[in-house]
């Protein structure tokens, strides 16, 4: 099986611009989850679709936003980037959701505002 | 809320010494506790589970709800274990929000 993909791998944006990250999850996954990783603020925990629904949602500005559509693919996007916004985006998916659900990271893409 | 603590930011072990990484947390429910790694070039992957009380790569993790502690141990560590761990709390019914420790970066030495 494949695994998650993300594109694109790397984003170079100015400040102002707006972004859209592609995921794309585990054939047969319904959870998809999206993390920032920063160096000063480690892993944070952005928000979780299942079944087009998003179903929780981290301490983040509404400048993030994202969807998940019905082959289970999401995006994110920012819109109005900030410096602070430069991170690795990681996206997980998993089956459920559940306790016997494990999440599957793919390898990020790697966002610099400047 | 919940905090996950990981005070070790880097952890230098020789080969064939045992390691133990150390992970606290606060939560006054029943959590679900995880341990991630992520070697060098590679994407981050689940280790263990505590609802799974399983060893994975020699690796052992217990939860002490007395002590909020879920620590990973390995009695002897191998050089390929070098990597970065991640320590993750997930709530009762909380889908797919982990909240994960700092990490601590593990380089086992010949």
């Known amino acids: 099986k494949a695994g998650v993909t993300q594109t694109p791998r790397y984003l170079i944006k100015t400040r102002g611009q707006q972004v859209t990250l592609s995921c794309s999850p585990i054939?047969?996954?319904?959870?998809v989850s999206w993390y920032q990783q920063t160096p000063g603020q480690g892993l944070q925990f952005l928000f979780e679709y299942f079944s087009e629904t998003q179903r929780n949602k981290g301490n983040f500005p509404g400048r993030f936003s994202g969807r998940q559509f019905s082959n289970s693919r999401s995006e994110m996007n920012v819109s109005t980037l900030e410096l602070g916004d430069s991170a690795l985006y990681l996206c997980?998916?998993?089956?459920?959701?559940?306790?016997?659900?494990?999440?599957?990271f793919g390898n990020g893409t790697r966002l610099t505002v400047t | 809320a919940q905090r996950v603590t990981q005070p070790e930011k880097l952890l230098s072990v020789f080969k064939g010494a045992p390691v133990e990484l150390k992970c606290n947390y606060s939560?006054?429910?029943?959590?679900?506790l995880f341990w991630y790694v992520q070697y060098s070039r590679q994407r981050l992957q689940l280790l263990l589970r505590h609802i799974s009380r399983e060893s994975i790569k020699g690796f052992t993790a217990d939860l002490n709800k007395g002590e909020t502690s879920f620590h990973l141990k390995k009695p002897f560590a191998q050089e390929e274990d070098s990597a970065m761990y991640y320590c993750?709390?997930?709530?009762?019914?909380?889908?797919?929000?982990?909240?994960f420790g700092t990490g601590t970066q593990l380089k086992v030495e010949l």
């Open positions: 939560y006054s429910g029943s959590p679900e």
């Open positions: 997980a998916s998993s089956l459920e959701g559940g306790r016997d659900s494990p999440l599957h």
């Open positions: 054939s047969g996954h319904r959870s």
């Open positions: 993750a709390l997930r709530l009762t019914g909380g889908g797919n929000k982990l909240t």
